[in-house]
Structures are given as C-alpha cells and as structure tokens.
C-alpha cells in the first residue's frame, strides 16, 4: 500500500480553502481534516488562523479512562 505523504509547504488552492472551512463549520476534528487533505494537523491549524476559522482539536481523554486500562 502505498501511502501519500503531507503536501508539507504546498500552496493552498482556493478549493482546499473552502473545503477547509465547510469542515471546520460542520465541526469536523483537525486530526480527521488533516488526514483527509493530506496536510499536517500545523499546517492545518496555521491555514486556519490566516483565514481567521475557528476548528476543533481532537477530544483530550479524560484521567478515568487511562486507570481503567
């Protein structure tokens, strides 16, 4: 299986803007986003803030679940 590598210091295309943000507003993870575009969670998260979109970080794991195991 060949596995395709972050588009590290690629440029931006105004579709991957868009995509970009319909997923942040519909409240997609970065983590998730950041893999199916192919891009790093950083590069992900500094896209966001030139464009000025809120998007979410992957759900911290609470203490109780790590004792359980």
Do not use: F
Not at 21 to 32: K, P, T
């Amino acid at each position: 299986m060949v596995r395709s590598l972050p588009k590290k210091h690629a440029r931006w295309t105004p579709e991957e803007d868009a995509e970009l943000r319909r997923r942040c507003e519909a409240g997609e993870y970065l983590v998730d986003i950041a893999r199916l575009m192919g891009r790093t969670q950083e590069g992900l998260r500094t896209r966001c803030n030139l464009l000025g979109i809120a998007c979410r970080s992957a759900p911290r794991q609470s203490k109780g679940s790590l004792a359980a195991e």
